[in-house]
């Protein structure tokens, strides 16, 4: 065996490939082993599927054998190639190199040894929010043994050792699942990822959270603008706020009945006449977006308080949290001048 190629299909896909997945919540995604060799000067395929694309449509298709029909016994170790921890380069590093941000392979045991098995994006670690959209990559090794358990032959997919590469052949294979097709939705899909400031000097195609690797909330909301068409938004750190988008509301605080005020104008409530879904709010380098309005029975009430929601974390990776956990004052809402429909109901 020479190595192992891990390949995914949805529901109407026409057959699986190795490009990365991108799917809406709901949608199941498949994962395939598919074991590459060359038998009589020959390259072959062997796996669960009857072909595959080794790349995005229009690339090449190869034909893929049951493995049966060269050897019966086969294993296949499957491992999730997710970030170390929630929160990278803790030290602000201005120099941090975005390729030390830290992987490791967590070996699901749980999946048994079959060839096969459905797409499961949920990390295992503690520093990470369970939820049932985001990003995880996805290593197979291949494993054949005699009777007496003696290893005879082995191979693998790419794992930690290639999160970083550019090629998609030498990845980790990637599903990210969306909440939805808008903003609010294609955000989502960057949990799962770790909290890392870097330097927003990269190149748009060298930044990690493009990469879905790690970035800031800032950085995956810049993300998801470009992923639906600003292409000409380049990342930019928090500082710059003022420069990409309009400032809606200077300065406000939370008031001990949990409504937000005007700093400058102390009994004038932020309403949602001011502030929309899809505004970021500020406090200098920790930014969040603003997701839902709520009130205490649930509902909205067009008034910004304690209740509403907003995705961010407080230097962890995206969740969905309560605006009062890390917005209390001295806090700046922007809107970024590029917008989008954001379809406020589609909070999860």
Same mark, same amino acid.
């Given at each position: 065996?020479?190595?192992?190629?891990?390949?995914?299909?949805?529901?109407?896909?026409?057959?699986?490939?190795?490009?990365?997945?991108?799917?809406?919540?709901?949608?199941?995604?498949?994962?395939?082993?598919?074991?590459?060799?060359?038998?009589?000067?020959?390259?072959?395929?062997?796996?669960?599927?009857?072909?595959?694309?080794?790349?995005?449509?229009?690339?090449?298709?190869?034909?893929?054998?049951?493995?049966?029909?060269?050897?019966?016994?086969?294993?296949?170790?499957?491992?999730?190639?997710?970030?170390?921890?929630?929160?990278?380069?803790?030290?602000?590093?201005?120099?941090?190199?975005?390729?030390?941000?830290?992987?490791?392979?967590?070996?699901?045991?749980?999946?048994?040894?079959?060839?096969?098995?459905?797409?499961?994006?949920?990390?295992?670690?503690?520093?990470?929010?369970?939820?049932?959209?985001?990003?995880?990559?996805?290593?197979?090794?291949?494993?054949?043994?005699?009777?007496?358990?003696?290893?005879?032959?082995?191979?693998?997919?790419?794992?930690?050792?290639?999160?970083?590469?550019?090629?998609?052949?030498?990845?980790?294979?990637?599903?990210?699942?969306?909440?939805? #097709?808008?903003?609010?939705?294609?955000?989502?899909?960057?949990?799962?990822?770790?909290?890392?400031?870097?330097?927003?000097?990269?190149?748009?195609?060298?930044?990690?959270?493009?990469?879905?690797?790690?970035?800031?909330?800032?950085?995956?909301?810049?993300?998801?603008?470009?992923?639906? #068409?600003?292409?000409?938004?380049?990342?930019?750190?928090?500082?710059?706020?003022?420069?990409?988008?309009?400032?809606?509301?200077?300065?406000?605080?939370?008031?001990?009945?949990?409504?937000?005020?005007?700093?400058?104008?102390?009994?004038?409530?932020?309403?949602?006449?001011?502030?929309?879904?899809?505004?970021?709010?500020?406090?200098?380098?920790?930014?969040?977006?603003?997701?839902?309005?709520?009130?205490?029975?649930?509902?909205?009430?067009?008034?910004?308080?304690?209740?509403?929601?907003?995705? #961010?974390?407080?230097?962890?990776?995206?969740?969905?949290?309560?605006?009062?956990?890390?917005?209390?004052?001295?806090?700046?809402?922007?809107?970024?001048?590029?917008?989008?429909?954001?379809?406020?109901?589609?909070?999860?």
């Amino acid at each position: 065996m020479e190595r192992v190629w891990v390949v995914s299909s949805r529901l109407g896909d026409d057959m699986a490939s190795i490009s990365p997945k991108e799917v809406f919540a709901g949608e199941p995604v498949n994962l395939y082993a598919v074991v590459e060799t060359t038998l009589h000067g020959r390259r072959r395929f062997f796996g669960p599927v009857d072909r595959m694309r080794l790349g995005e449509s229009g690339t090449e298709v190869v034909e893929v054998e049951a493995w049966s029909t060269w050897w019966n016994a086969l294993e296949i170790l499957w491992f999730k190639v997710e970030p170390v921890y929630g929160f990278d380069n803790e030290n602000f590093k201005s120099d941090f190199d975005p390729g030390d941000i830290r992987y490791n392979e967590t070996f699901m045991l749980a999946w048994g040894f079959r060839d096969q098995h459905a797409a499961d994006t949920m990390p295992t670690g503690d520093d990470f929010p369970r939820v049932d959209v985001g990003t995880m990559r996805f290593k197979a090794q291949a494993v054949v043994r005699d009777v007496r358990d003696r290893v005879l032959d082995e191979a693998a997919s790419p794992g930690l050792e290639g999160v970083h590469a550019t090629m998609i052949a030498e990845q980790p294979h990637r599903v990210t699942v969306r909440a939805s #097709g808008d903003a609010l939705g294609i955000i989502q899909g960057y949990a799962g990822l770790p909290y890392v400031p870097v330097n927003n000097d990269l190149l748009a195609s060298a930044h990690p959270a493009g990469r879905f690797i790690g970035g800031t909330i800032l950085d995956f909301w810049i993300a998801t603008q470009r992923a639906l #068409g600003a292409t000409d938004m380049q990342f930019f750190g928090w500082g710059e706020l003022g420069e990409w988008g309009t400032t809606v509301v200077e300065e406000m605080f939370l008031a001990e009945d949990g409504i937000y005020y005007y700093t400058y104008d102390p009994v004038r409530p932020v309403t949602f006449d001011e502030v929309q879904v899809g505004d970021l709010l500020s406090i200098e380098d920790h930014v969040g977006v603003l997701y839902q309005d709520r009130s205490p029975g649930g509902g909205g009430d067009g008034v910004l308080n304690k209740w509403d929601r907003l995705l #961010g974390g407080y230097f962890e990776p995206l969740r969905d949290m309560p605006v009062e956990e890390a917005f209390h004052s001295g806090i700046t809402v922007y809107r970024l001048a590029v917008q989008v429909d954001l379809g406020a109901d589609v909070a999860r």
